[in-house]
């Protein structure tokens, strides 16, 4: 009997012990199915339960020009979001918060449809409407539903200057044109990834409301552009008058130096303001120094004369007799005013810019030897600049080429160039017959300052001989002393170049369209020493005057005169009828410089107050100063500035260091 209680027991324990270890096992197989199996899907319900990921993205790096002033920038700015789970009344919340943040109630209400706990209403917002809704959750309890987040903000403090060529960024913090585009991947900031943890209302729990987030910045890089904000202030503001006077389709210009390929300025009308990018067309993004074809007209004949000259075809003083027209393949080809000029030299030719001679000339090189040189100077291929969207133009096969083809491309049609191609080829003549790879991007700079990479000037190749290169760029300065281009000359100086007027192609490519041309000038300045190659574009413009040397020309020679004057570039002598004496004459450290090709008398100015009553300030020296430069003085002087003129500062109502009280009106009058 004892016997038999004893097995009963033990089979008992073994029962028990067999369902704990079954039990066990149960355990240990759910905790490895939980575990290994189902881990990270749990993990991530969790998370979801308890708390959100968000990320948070560091200021971009800044692109300044070649002096250091700030083209593009970034601060930390919030966001707005609101979680559509927890608001009550979305018609009150839309009607509360649309005049706040420039947002219609439709649009609000549009974000809060679309469910879930966090939606967008408005990204990086003004500090000015950051405000106005903080304020607004505060009073009327919305912090429930709506929350603000950190993000970068870009923003461009000159407005609209060389827009078309810095780009703009979008929302995601992506570069979308120009050099924000290109060199995005060395501007852009870092993203930190956090988690919050949140109660059962979404809303901020523990101590996770006060994590800081720390930026490395090893990775955002500033960019130094070799533009100069002042030359490119010079540029615009001339091509805006020429705007407003000839009323074209677009303007594209651009400055460059021949004796390093760096681009000074490029613009291109229209234009737009990248703080709204989104105001615009997308026609207006459009950086047309490289993304534009055109046929370049009689200033490709600058090329043309020189191939001619290298292989020896000509000379100077080569007599031609002109006829007003040559027929080639059956082709009319006649000179822009259809006139016969007679006996000619080759100088005259070019000075003139006689389409038979160019095409006779254009007939003795061939199509090898045409094509050939094209490509010696740059046509045909990328210029390899550091800028999104450059074209490479179009040129002939010479296999294919008959002789109206031949004779028609030595005229500069036919043929397709960019802007940029056709001033770098120009720059090369300027340069003593070699060709440098342009450039826009002086260094970049790594977050502590240091250089990450410089660009230095890069020879591509020797177009022709030096010798050939001086006699060509005197020709192309008796263009400008005499010829055609008169109105690019710049007093003082010696200018070189060469216009075009060229008739665009339809549509359809059967042809020349009837009233429709290109008006341009491409050349270069000083000529005994070349420091700076322009060139101006005018397409369509409006009106009966579309010659090359009568619009595009004189925008040429206000915008030499005005950079040759900033730069401090010594006058050309004697036989420019102005004295070099007075070339050291202090100039301003604003957009531009005082006149110095013009002797200028000694100026007194009284000395600045040793105090100045409350509520007065003293007014400052305008003298040489752009009208922004001047705008912008006057404003941070606690003065109401008024502008009479154009140009620089020769003159204003109230001596400097004047004391008058605060908002009192200066005017301050211009002169070219």
């Not at 000075?351 to 030897?369: C, I, M, P, R």
């Not at 957009?591 to 002797?599: H, K, W």
């Not at 752009?626 to 002087?637: D, G, L, V, W, Y």
Request: aromatic letters at 8%; one cysteine or more; glycine letters at 10%.
């Amino acid at each position: 009997m004892v016997k038999n209680d004893k097995r009963q027991v033990q089979k008992r324990i073994n029962v028990l012990l067999g369902l704990i270890i079954a039990a066990l096992l149960v355990v240990v197989f759910r905790y490895a199915w939980l575990q290994l199996v189902r881990g990270s899907e749990l993990a991530e319900l969790m998370k979801n339960q308890v708390g959100q990921d968000y990320s948070i993205q560091s200021p971009r790096g800044a692109i300044i020009d070649r002096n250091g002033r700030e083209l593009a920038v970034s601060t930390m700015t919030k966001s707005l979001f609101v979680d559509p789970n927890h608001v009550e009344d979305p018609a009150q919340l839309a009607a509360d918060l649309s005049p706040l943040i420039e947002k219609s109630e439709q649009e609000i209400l549009d974000d809060i449809a679309v469910g879930g706990g966090f939606v967008w209403v408005k990204r990086r917002m003004e500090q000015s409407e950051y405000e106005a809704v903080r304020t607004l959750l505060r009073d009327k309890g919305y912090s429930v539903c709506l929350g603000f987040r950190d993000e970068a903000k870009r923003y461009y403090p000159n407005d609209v200057l060389a827009a078309n060529l810095l780009g703009f960024v979008g929302t995601d913090d992506k570069g979308l044109e120009g050099i924000e585009q290109a060199l995005d991947k060395y501007i852009k900031g870092e993203v930190t990834e956090s988690f919050l943890y949140t109660d059962t209302h979404d809303r901020p729990i523990l101590d996770s409301i006060f994590v800081k987030h720390g930026y490395n910045g090893d990775r955002c890089k500033t960019i130094q552009l070799t533009i100069d904000s002042a030359i490119q202030f010079i540029v615009e503001q001339e091509m805006d008058r020429a705007v407003a006077e000839t009323n074209p389709i677009s303007i594209t210009c651009i400055a460059m130096d021949p004796r390093t390929g760096e681009i000074l300025a490029m613009a291109s009308r229209p234009s737009y303001n990248p703080n709204r990018f989104w105001d615009y067309d997308q026609d207006a993004w459009r950086n047309r120094a490289v993304s534009y074809i055109y046929e370049p007209g009689s200033t490709f004949k600058a090329i043309v004369a020189g191939a001619a000259l290298q292989e020896g075809i000509v000379a100077p003083n080569q007599v031609f007799v002109d006829p007003g027209y040559v027929m080639v393949s059956g082709k009319r080809i006649q000179n822009w005013n259809g006139a016969s000029f007679g006996t000619v030299t080759f100088a005259d030719v070019v000075k003139q810019s006689l389409n038979t001679g160019f095409a006779l000339v254009g007939l003795d090189l061939g199509a090898e030897k045409l094509n050939s040189y094209a490509k010696l100077f740059g046509f045909g291929e990328p210029t390899g600049i550091e800028l999104p969207g450059e074209e490479i133009g179009i040129l002939y096969n010479p296999d294919d080429m008959v002789d109206s083809d031949i004779a028609t491309m030595a005229i500069g049609q036919s043929i397709a160039v960019t802007p940029l191609q056709l001033i770098t080829a120009v720059s090369a003549i300027a340069n003593d017959g070699i060709l440098l790879k342009p450039h826009i991007v002086k260094m970049i700079k790594n977050a502590d300052g240091t250089t990450y990479s410089e660009t230095h000037a890069e020879e591509v190749r020797r177009t022709i001989d030096s010798a050939t290169d001086k006699t060509l760029a005197g020709l192309l300065e008796q263009v400008v002393a005499s010829g055609g281009g008169k109105k690019a000359s710049a007093k003082g100086y010696r200018v070189a170049g060469k216009t075009g007027t060229a008739q665009k192609i339809r549509e359809d490519g059967l042809g020349y369209a009837e009233g429709r041309y290109i008006a341009s000038f491409c050349g270069f300045a000083p000529v005994e020493n070349p420091q700076i190659t322009l060139l101006v574009i005018i397409d369509e413009p409006s009106g009966g005057n579309f010659y090359g040397g009568q619009i595009a020309a004189p925008v040429a020679g206000r915008i030499f005169s005005q950079v040759m004057r900033y730069m401090r570039i010594k006058p050309s002598g004697a036989n420019y009828g102005e004295d070099e004496e007075d070339i050291d004459e202090e100039v301003g450290e604003g957009d531009a410089a005082v006149s110095l090709t013009e002797q200028v008398p000694e100026r007194k100015i009284a000395p600045p107050p040793q105090e100045v009553p409350q509520g007065s300030v003293v007014v400052p020296d305008f003298y040489g100063k752009s009208i922004r430069e001047a705008a912008r003085i006057a404003n941070n002087a606690g003065l109401r500035f008024e502008s009479d003129g154009s140009g620089f500062a020769v003159e204003q109502s109230m001596a400097a260091n004047t004391v008058v009280e605060a908002g009192t009106i200066v005017t301050v009058y211009f002169s070219p």
